[in-house]
């Protein structure tokens, strides 16, 4: 009796999954026969992003050859169609899935430049958000702080490789300032004051970054990232209790960041009197003010 129990057990668990692989074969053929009815195409743009929209993510995957819309699923190649999207150089990541519907599904996040770089040769590229080099566009212009100066870093020989991959190669790293300039518009750009008061740094011949400001006409010598927040502190105070109450924006030539409690101001030349070459000023922090609601 036991036997017979155990026989009958196997056999109806064997016909239930044998019937569901039936099924499964079923709905497997009648996807695969299922054509595409639609192509849905989502580009992200956060922060003003205009890389590319979806017309031109639509052009792309028209121009591998796949017209998609009333193609059947079979036929249509996604692992290839996210491969071409994800080898664009304005795509940070590209995800391409069928719904079960027919549908075809696109999901496209664009890069996010965080700097542009004007090299010594005069070429031009970004840095992202991600510390990975990224070519210029003919279609759009990134809002974004701009470097010049003594960068000799061309595009061609770092575009394989992350501002981490660049900092691990010693001889990389010792004639490279993108790591400094990464790390400087990473922290202006999470600070809403100080991402609308700098829009220029420029690499000096001894290669301090030099802060060229939108308010005033100083030239402001940072030096490099050593005691980042530290500096940019002092010169919030520098700003508050100083050039703000004394009303002496157009004073200064140069304000010298590098030296610890302290800043070193360049007085401007006067051609009548003989000038004051340079002050130093100690500077007591204080907190950053909060902004109050109107």
């Not at 192509?39 to 956060?46: E, F, R």
């Not at 740094?201 to 010598?221: S, W």
């Amino acid at each position: 009796m036991k036997k017979l129990k155990k026989i009958l057990f196997i056999t109806t668990w064997s016909a239930l999954i044998i019937g569901l692989m039936l099924c499964l074969g079923f709905v497997n053929k009648e996807q695969d026969s299922l054509t595409c009815k639609s192509l849905d195409i989502k580009v992200n743009q956060d922060d003003d992003l205009y890389f590319l929209n979806k017309i031109d993510i639509a052009q792309l995957i028209h121009d591998r050859g796949d017209s998609i819309i009333g193609q059947p699923k079979s036929t249509i190649n996604i692992p290839e169609i996210e491969y071409v999207l994800n080898n664009q150089s304005d795509v940070a990541n590209a995800e391409v899935y069928a719904t079960i519907n027919g549908e075809i599904k696109v999901e496209v996040k664009q890069r996010k430049p965080v700097i542009r770089i004007i090299n010594a040769n005069g070429e031009s590229y970004y840095l992202d958000d991600e510390g990975k080099l990224m070519p210029l566009s003919d279609k759009y212009t990134a809002r974004v702080i701009i470097a010049n100066g003594y960068i000799l870093e061309p595009y061609a020989r770092r575009y394989m490789y992350t501002i981490e991959d660049i900092g691990k190669d010693s001889m990389a790293k010792e004639n490279s300032m993108l790591d400094e300039l990464y790390a400087m518009a990473k922290y202006i750009n999470a600070d809403e004051f100080w991402k609308a008061q700098v829009k220029q740094i420029y690499i000096n011949a001894d290669r301090d970054m030099e802060i060229v400001p939108l308010v005033g006409d100083q030239k402001i010598i940072f030096g490099d990232t050593t005691a980042m927040d530290e500096k940019f502190k002092k010169l919030l105070t520098f700003y508050q209790q100083g050039l703000n109450i004394t009303g002496w924006w157009n004073k200064y030539s140069s304000i010298n960041l590098k030296f610890k409690n302290q800043i070193v101001c360049t007085k401007k030349i006067n051609p009548v009197s003989k000038p004051v070459i340079s002050q130093s000023i100690p500077v007591k922090q204080t907190e950053k003010p909060t902004k109050k609601k109107v």
